[in-house]
């Protein structure tokens, strides 16, 4: 059984950092691609970055040159930093696994097959 838990969550200021991370436990097909969403109160959720088992990775316009999204394959882990954050970033944000493919990479949440259960971000101004 396959299971994504996120941590790394927290409040910051405006400007600030955050790193968050994503433990999958369980086996993740080796095609599998992660990604990161988050969904803020009365709003869509929305894609934000997936990387590859082989490293390449897409980014949502909103966060390019802000977040990075990596992974440590020997620790199961996939990390997303976020940098100079803004208010509008406030939202429950959450990892996903799903099989490598055209609608993974665009982000589509539907493509993917697995979740975690997210951590929530807060940045005041």
């Known amino acids: 059984q396959v299971q994504l838990v996120e941590s790394g969550g927290g409040s910051v200021q405006a400007g600030g950092s955050l790193r968050l991370s994503c433990g999958v436990s369980?086996?993740?097909?080796?095609?599998?691609?992660m990604g990161w969403f988050r969904q803020a109160p009365g709003k869509t959720r929305e894609g934000l970055a997936v990387?590859?088992?082989?490293?390449?990775?897409d980014y949502a316009r909103s966060v390019e040159g802000r977040f990075t999204i990596s992974q440590d394959n020997a620790k199961n882990t996939v990390y997303l930093q976020m940098n100079n954050l803004k208010p509008e970033d406030t939202a429950m944000y959450s990892c996903?696994?799903?099989?490598?493919?055209?609608?993974?990479?665009?982000?589509?949440?539907?493509?993917?097959?697995?979740w975690g259960p997210g951590t929530q971000v807060t940045v005041s101004s």
């Open positions: 990387i590859g088992r082989d490293g390449a990775s």
């Open positions: 996903a696994a799903g099989p490598a493919g055209g609608a993974i990479r665009a982000l589509h949440a539907s493509a993917y097959d697995y």
């Open positions: 369980g086996t993740i097909y080796s095609s599998y691609c």
